[in-house]
């Protein structure tokens, strides 16, 4: 890191080039975090088409399109993030950086920037694709989808450096990430809608991670969400983010485990 950078906002955009950097070379990664959340929802169509939808107002697109962005939540941003932060571990990274004037929340914050980014950039690629292919209407409420993935994507980052505290080697995240993922894609309304749950289980399940972005998302597109339902879905999200920042402030690990 430059003396020169002196400012919070300078010295995690320079950690943040660092790390675009190194998220280039790695082919795993890449692949990871910009194929598989693109070819992921071509995936679930059959199934999708299969569902009655009808009588709960949905159709395959008002599915595929929070599915598609759940999966860029997933892949691009939280199993990349999970495997950033352990190899950085790992390498001693995050020791040496600790060693400079960066302080802990912008070292985490200065390398989850270009998978976040990624991740942003890509739902919003995503959800264009999909109201085109899939001949959507206009979002009725754009800004509630807006606020489900500004609220997801910090969330994901946070979630990602838990992940990463139990997690000994970037191999190894390929299996401590998949609770939440497994989790997360049946029971957050990626791939089945929450509507089509049963009243108890879907009320469970609303309380999950990611659910409050899925539900933000395909809500701002119907419109059909009331007051009552986004404020319930904002303050899960916030809730879950305080407990995740939380974990990592008592829990991260800095040094290797060996």
């Not at 070292?107 to 690629?125: D, E, H, K, N």
């Amino acid at each position: 890191m430059s003396g020169a950078v002196t400012t919070p906002g300078g010295r995690m955009a320079a950690l943040a080039r660092a790390e675009l950097t190194l998220f280039g070379r790695s082919r795993g990664t890449v692949f990871a975090a910009l194929l598989v959340p693109l070819a992921l929802p071509f995936t679930l169509r059959s199934a999708t088409e299969e569902m009655d939808l009808a009588e709960e107002g949905l159709t395959v697109g008002l599915v595929l399109l929070p599915a598609a962005i759940g999966f860029s939540l997933l892949f691009a941003v939280y199993g990349t993030l999970v495997s950033v932060y352990t190899a950085r571990r790992e390498e001693l990274v995050l020791k040496r950086l600790r060693t400079g004037e960066l302080r802990d929340a912008e070292i985490l914050t200065g390398a989850a920037l270009p998978a976040v980014v990624t991740g942003l950039v890509q739902s919003l690629l995503l959800a264009a694709g999909c109201a085109l292919l899939l001949d959507l209407p206009a979002p009725r409420a754009p800004h509630l989808g807006v606020l489900g993935l500004l609220l997801a994507l910090p969330l994901c980052a946070a979630l990602a450096a838990v992940t990463a505290t139990v997690t000994r080697t970037v191999e190894s995240a390929q299996v401590t990430t998949l609770p939440l993922i497994f989790v997360s894609m049946i029971g957050s309304g990626i791939a089945v809608p929450l509507e089509l749950l049963p009243d108890r289980m879907a009320s469970v399940c609303e309380l999950l991670p990611l659910s409050p972005a899925i539900t933000l998302v395909r809500g701002g597109w119907t419109g059909s969400l009331s007051g009552y339902e986004a404020l319930g879905a904002l303050a899960t999200a916030l809730a879950w983010t305080v407990l995740a920042v939380f974990a990592v402030r008592r829990w991260f690990r800095w040094e290797p485990r060996r």
